[in-house]
């Protein structure tokens, strides 16, 4: 199971920490990732972020240099550091297990919303 929480309002140029808690499976054990839907739209929910087991980071060129992937492997729990908001990261954040593709079913996701 997959809780996301942290989502709000932003204001441009402001940041959220998103979080992710997980329940049922050996977190430390697996890659996770951060994906994101535009709500309204036809688009495919997208790669954000993604850590692997080991620590190792990869990002979305839309949010290179302004979001950061961490873990915390004794809590079971990813977060997402979002920083100087842009109101195109507008969407519903979802975590999942998996590097480059979601492993299991989604969760009810996290919704973000940056506007002035």
């Known amino acids: 199971q997959l809780v996301e929480s942290g989502g709000g309002l932003g204001q441009p140029g402001g940041s959220l920490k998103l979080s992710c808690a997980t329940y049922?499976?050996?977190?430390?054990?697996?890659?996770m990732s951060w994906w994101r839907q535009t709500p309204g739209t036809q688009r495919e929910r997208e790669f954000v972020a993604s850590i692997t087991r080991g620590g190792d980071t990869d990002y979305a060129d839309s949010v290179k240099g302004r979001f950061t992937i961490s873990r915390d492997n004794a809590k079971d729990t990813l977060y997402l550091q979002m920083n100087t908001l842009k109101e195109e990261d507008t969407a519903v954040y979802y975590c999942?297990?998996?590097?480059?593709?979601?492993?299991?079913?989604w969760g009810q996701g996290t919704r973000v919303t940056v506007s002035s």
């Open positions: 999942n297990f998996g590097r480059d593709v979601p492993m299991f079913d």
């Open positions: 049922g499976r050996a977190f430390p054990a697996y890659d």
